[in-house]
């Protein structure tokens, strides 16, 4: 599987992929103003990532973001809602989703995520 470079902005988060590791990594506040042509590339990878072989070692996804829009969170969601349907066919994998101690929103954010994707998220306070 092929890498995944995007470089965060003042308004988009950086998005990598290591496929050495299995690693995808979202970091950084998340308001694009068009929040479908920023992420189109990202679902596009996914795509791809669906046809290849499941792959070791397990994927890990890591989600770090400090400010997102309404348009992000729904992104987030159909983005991890195509990664669980690749779970349900063998990959094994987690999501890490880190929230700053203080912040409610970021944190609830993650629990609802979870909980509407019938997914296990390792909630973790930095």
Avoid: C
């Avoid at 990598?16 to 920023?38: K, M």
């Avoid at 992420?39 to 994927?59: A, R």
């Amino acid at each position: 599987m092929r890498d995944l470079n995007i470089q965060a902005g003042r308004s988009t988060p950086g998005i990598t992929y290591i496929p050495e590791e299995n690693v995808l990594t979202i970091s950084g506040s998340s308001l694009p103003e068009n929040v479908h042509a920023f992420y189109k590339p990202v679902i596009e990878w996914i795509d791809e990532f669906s046809l290849s072989p499941i792959l070791e070692p397990p994927m890990r996804i890591i989600l770090k973001i400090q400010y997102y829009n309404s348009g992000t969170i729904r992104f987030l969601a159909e983005m991890l809602k195509m990664i669980s349907r690749l779970h349900e066919k063998g990959l094994d994998l987690s999501v890490d989703w880190y929230y700053e101690a203080d912040d409610d929103i970021i944190r609830e954010a993650g629990e609802e995520l979870s909980e509407i994707l019938d997914m296990q998220f390792n909630m973790i306070n930095y």
